[in-house]
């Protein structure tokens, strides 16, 4: 099937008199990751709970694996997992019980020693979920959208309070879903963690889409021009900036050498993602008040 498995069609969401979602249209294709990034309080959160049907929308298509997520179908549910920004847990059950409850609401649940395996709460296996750090709730989140061995996954955070090396670890469970074929939305302010991990991605803010597409193409794009640097004999740091960085390089090379000198610290740098998300997401209003 390559009908993607999300379609967003200027969807909106108002609190009141607020806006939250202001017309976002986009799709997530079968199997990629799709990252949605942008500043706290941008709409992500209110965009992804629309999609699982956790939350109503106030005008719109939307078509999540097919369904239409406000009817809440039991086929859709069944078929997608979530981790929730916040979530509540059973906080009497043990880490076990937890999942071999949630496990018994799905047709074709994943094992359940496995999946705690594979968020590294191996030892934690009998522990009360209330005695968990923050960190470890966090894993079992993330194992109890695993657990119905879901077609589609919504991550709304998912390593926020994670160490590091539990990054790293996430992050390959993440990959080795994606290589099974399952589709995932991610939400994240990590945007290496984005760079890392999402074929594509969307910047949003005020409920509205600013950039589309990959890290890279939004990292490097076209339109973004190329730094290049070097210290020069007087102690001083020069900088150009080239949309050829290949024809300057050589400038700047051929002509080094012709008079027997070095570029020292010579770099070469574009734009990162982090670097164009600051600069797309920037608050003007701050400057006005
Ligand atoms: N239940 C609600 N009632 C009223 N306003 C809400 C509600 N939920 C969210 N909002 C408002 O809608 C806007 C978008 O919130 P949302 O939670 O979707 O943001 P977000 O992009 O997920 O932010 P964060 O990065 O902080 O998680 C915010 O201004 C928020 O205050
Ligand atoms: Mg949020």
Known sequence: MSSPAIKVNDLRKSYGTHEAVSGLSFEVRRGEVFGLLGPNGAGKTT???ILEGYRSRSSGEVSVLGFD??????????RIGI????????????VHETLDYFASLYPHPRDVAETIEMVGLGGKDSARTRTLSGGQQRRLDLALALIGDPELLFLDEPTTGFDPQARRAAWETIRSLRSLGTTIVLTTHYLDEAQALADRVAIIKDGRIVAEGSPAEIGGGAAHD????????DGTVETRSTDNPTELLNQLTGEALAAGEQLDELRVARPSLEDVYLDLTAEEDLASD
């Not at 997520?69 to 069944?78: C, I, L, Q, Y």
């Not at 190329?226 to 004999?233: A, D, G, L």
């Open 47 to 49: 965009t992804v709970e």
């Open 69 to 78: 997520p406000s009817s809440r179908e039991r086929e859709m549910r069944e």
């Open 83 to 94: 981790v929730l920004q916040s979530s509540a847990l059973y906080r009497h059950l043990s």
């Open 226 to 233: 190329v730094q290049i640097s070097w210290r020069r004999k």
